[in-house]
C-alpha cells in the first residue's frame, strides 16, 4: 500500500521535504477530552493498552483534529517486565508499579524469557488493526523502554527521585545487571520486530533514564544495549526501510555516542541546542525534537516564536522531525496543540525550497 | 591569617597541589547524627539557618569527622527572597515554601530591595564566626542560589515537578522576568559581597536549575545574570583571590558558555565526563565534581573504583576540586563518606608528581 504521506519517513532518511513533518510524543493521552473518555470506558490504564480495538481508537484520536505527520501506537513501555511476570499495575493518581521486585542476582536469573507472539499480542494485534485503520495516511511508529529504563523500573519497584536502589544494583552487582540488560536486550529485540512485523514503518527506542547515569555509566549500561537492539532489528519491511529513533533523555552530551549506535535518528530533549547537535552529528543522522512540551502552556505568539527559533536553529535543508523535548502534559489546552503543528508546517516551509 | 590547608584555592587558581582537594556539597548535613541533633535542638531548619552559633556549629562538623579541603557555610539557598519579604517556610517532610508568590509584573515591581546588612545579618554573623572557629585549618565557602533559581521558588511557591508557572512567566512576560532577575542578580551580589567582607573566601552560585531551560533560555535567563553577579563581585581580599565557582545542575551541554563568565572554576554533575570538560574548558576554568552521590550508597570497592575513574578521567596536573555533582542524601551511612573523602587524598597524589 503506497503512503500518503510520507514526510515522515523522508526526514528520517534525511531525504528532501517540502515541510518539516512533526508528531508529538504522548500525542495520545491525557490532554484529550476524547482519549480521557476512552479511558474511562476502558477502565483502567492497562486494560486500555491491552484492548487492541480502544487502543487504536486513542492512536487515531489525534490525527482526527491534528495535521501530524506520524501515528504512534498507543501502549506502555513497562509491557515487557509485565510480560516476563513482574506484575504492571498503576495506582490511580501514581506512576507504574511491580507487584515483584528485582533485588539480587537469583532474581535476574529467574526471569522468564517472553515469548512475544503469546505474551504480547495484544500489541502486535493493535499495530495490525492500526495499520488497518491508518490507510496509508501517515506511517505508524512502534516503540519500546530502553533495557536501562526498563530494568530501572523492575529493581525500583516502580518510578524513583534518585535511583537510589538501580544504581545501588549497578554499582555493586554489575554482572547481575548485565544479565538482567541482555536479557532485556533480547526481549525488546523480538518485541520491536514483532511490531515491524505486523506493521510498524519507523521504531522509537525510548531511554527516559539512561540520562541519570554517568557518562562511563551510560555507555557500559544503556547505550550499548540500545546498540544492539538495533543491531538485530529488521531493517527494511514492505519494500521500504524501517528506522530506528533512539531518544535518551537528558542524553544531550552523548550525541556522537549515540550517532554511534547505527540508529538512524536521535530524539533530542529541550535542553539540547538542535542546531549545534546537526554541527555535531548531523551528517551521520537525522534529529529529532525538540520544543519545550511547557511552551504549549504559554500563548500561541511564545509557541510560534519558539518553533520559530527551532526550525531556524536547524537550518535549511532534510534531517529534522520536529517533536517536543518529551512528552505532553495532560493540563495542556488541545487548542495550543493546534497552533503548535501549524506553526510546524507554516513556518518550515522556507527551509525546504 | 596565613591558612594551614589552601589545597582548594589553590585548585581552583589551577596552580600545583599535593593531593586533589575535596569537599561535598551539603557536607554539613542530615546524614550526620551531630547534625540531626542540633537541628532538632535549633527547632526547625530556618531557625538554625538563622541562628549564627548553631550554623557555625553544624558547618564545623563534618570537618572533625573528615579530612575536607573546604568549609561551606549552612544557610538555605532562599534567603533573598525571604528577605524580600516572600516568608520563607519548611514545611515538615517537604521542601521550601513561600507564603507570598509572585505572579504578575506588579508583583515583580513591588518587590523591595534588599538590604543585606539588616536583613541578613544572621548570615554574616555566621560567616564571622566560623572563620574564627575554622582558625585557618581551611578556607571557608560563601554561597548564594542563581537568581533563575531563586525566581522559580518564588513563582511557584516551591519546588516543581515541571515548573509549568515559571516557564510560562517567562515565556508570556519575559520583560517581567528580567525585571525579577535584574533585581535578585543585585541583591545576590551584595550578599555575596557582604559574605566575602565578612570572611568567605570562595563563593559558589547554585543555579539548581538552571539545567531545565532550553539552551537559548538557559543564556538568557540564567547564564546572563550570573555573569552579571561574577562581574560585581570582590576579586581580592585579605589579599588572596576571592574565586568564584558556577554550578548549573544539567549544564554540561553548556560548559564554554559557562566559562565565558568570567567565573574562576565550573562546578559538573556526574553527567558530566570531567575528562572531556577538561578538555573543552580546562584551559580557562578549574573543573569541580562530579561523583554521582547515589555511589555514596554503594560498597567502598565501587566507591574506590569510581573517585579512581574520575581522577583518571580528570588526569594529571592541577585544576581539580574533588566533589559530589549533588549534594549528599540524608541516607548516607556517614563511614561511606569516610571511605570517599580517603580514596580522593590516597588515589590522587599520583596525578600531583
Redesign the interface.
Known amino acids: 500500500m503506497s503512503l500518503k504521506n510520507d514526510r515522515f519517513l523522508k526526514a528520517l532518511a534525511r531525504e528532501k521535504v517540502d515541510v518539516t513533518p512533526v508528531w508529538m510524543m504522548r500525542q495520545a493521552g491525557r490532554y484529550l477530552p476524547e482519549y480521557r473518555a476512552i479511558r474511562k470506558q476502558a477502565g483502567d490504564f492497562l486494560s486500555l493498552c491491552q484492548n487492541p480495538e480502544l487502543a487504536c481508537e486513542v492512536t487515531l484520536q489525534p490525527l482526527r483534529r491534528y495535521a501530524f505527520d506520524a501515528a504512534i501506537l498507543f501502549s506502555d513501555i513497562l509491557t515487557i517486565p509485565d510480560a516476563m511476570g513482574q506484575g504492571l499495575y498503576f495506582a490511580e493518581g501514581e506512576g507504574p508499579k511491580f507487584r515483584k521486585v528485582i533485588r539480587s542476582a537469583a532474581d535476574v536469573e529467574s526471569l522468564p524469557d517472553v515469548n512475544i507472539a503469546d505474551e504480547l499480542s495484544y500489541v502486535t494485534d493493535a499495530v495490525a488493526l492500526i495499520r488497518k485503520e491508518l490507510n496509508g495516511s501517515v506511517p505508524l511508529i512502534g516503540f519500546s523502554g530502553s533495557p536501562w529504563t526498563l530494568a530501572t523500573y523492575m529493581i525500583e519497584g516502580g518510578g524513583s527521585k534518585?535511583?537510589?536502589l538501580a544504581?545501588?544494583f549497578l554499582?555493586?552487582h554489575p554482572e547481575a545487571m548485565h544479565l538482567l540488560l541482555d536479557k532485556l536486550a533480547r526481549a525488546v529485540t523480538d518485541y520491536l520486530n514483532a511490531q515491524i512485523r505486523a506493521g510498524a514503518q519507523a521504531v522509537q527506542i525510548f531511554d527516559t533514564w539512561g540520562?541519570?547515569?554517568?557518562?562511563?555509566?551510560?555507555r557500559e549500561f544503556s547505550l550499548d544495549y540500545m546498540s544492539k537492539i538495533i543491531g538485530g532489528l529488521i531493517t527494511e519491511n514492505e519494500g521500504r526501510k524501517v528506522p530506528a529513533i533512539v531518544f535518551t533523555k537528558?542524553g544531550?552530551?552523548w550525541l556522537q555516542a549515540i550517532a554511534g549506535s547505527a540508529c538512524q535518528a536521535i530524539g533530542l530533549d529541550?535542553?539540547?541546542?538542535i542546531g549545534?547537535a546537526r554541527s555535531h552529528v548531523g551528517e551521520r543522522v537525522a534529529l529529532q525534537g525538540n520544543m519545550?512540551?511547557?511552551?504549549l502552556?504559554?500563548?500561541a505568539d511564545?509557541i510560534r516564536r519558539?518553533v520559530a527559533?527551532i526550525l531556524k536553529?536547524f537550518g535549511a535543508g532534510p534531517g529534522h522531525v520536529f517533536n517536543l523535548?518529551h512528552g505532553i502534559?495532560p493540563?495542556v489546552d488541545p487548542e495550543h496543540v493546534a497552533v503548535f503543528v501549524e506553526a510546524v508546517h507554516e513556518l518550515s516551509s522556507q527551509y525546504h525550497t
Open positions: 534518585d535511583f537510589r544504581k545501588q554499582y555493586d540520562g541519570i547515569l554517568s557518562s562511563a555509566a551510560y537528558n544531550g552530551q529541550w535542553t539540547t541546542d549545534r519545550d512540551p511547557t511552551l502552556y504559554a500563548g511564545a519558539e527559533a536553529s523535548g502534559t493540563e
